[in-house]
């Protein structure tokens, strides 16, 4: 290597090149585990909301659907925990991470069952008990894609921000549709299913070489 070479490879530019190549590397190595996570709640979305879909068709009993959908969405959360847990081994967060990490996952639990006792008082408030079919779903969902939107600000990540987008679009329009299960199913579903296989592809990318200029 001539001095030339020497001074160019210790650059400024050169170094900070090196630097951000490392980092991207560093990114996919630490998101190995979220296409299992996206997969798990796709295949949910898809098995749980498609059961409960084939009730409205005499297809499968409400109590056989209902056991389904909450095995696959039991399912989707135990997997969750554990690739997420895995994922944060090792890690060091700063002190609004350390505080906005915990409130944000316990507030999945909480708005979910609240959700839930919301669709029980307005049954008890004269609702027809049918139309939980709908309510809980849709709202559900509703609640998943706010929350992914918070996550993309928090953990500043456009992607994430527009998955939850589109989850609450999907929401909003699925009670219009007449078949708001297989909506929920499929586009909900499908685009869990669609960016696990972005991340998947984005992870296994060979990132470029990092060169001296």
Known sequence: MTSADASSSDSP??????????KRALARQ????????LLAWGLAFLIGFGALWLVEHDVVAATVALAVCGVVMVGALVVSSIVGARMGRGLRHTGQIEWAGPVFGLAWPVGLLGLFVVGLGLVNNGMDPDL??????VAGVLFVGVMYVIAGG???????????????????I???TGSSL???AAAGGGVFLLAAAYVALWIGRRPAASVAR
């Open 13 to 22: 530019a050169a170094m900070l090149h090196v630097i951000e190549h490392e």
């Open 30 to 37: 630490q998101a190995r585990g979220v296409p299992w996570i």
């Open 132 to 137: 939980l079919w709908v309510f809980l779903p």
């Open 154 to 172: 928090i953990w500043p990540n456009w992607p994430t921000i527009a998955m939850g987008a589109w989850l609450v679009i999907v929401a909003v």
């Open 174 to 176: 699925a009670p219009f």
């Open 182 to 184: 297989l909506v929920l």
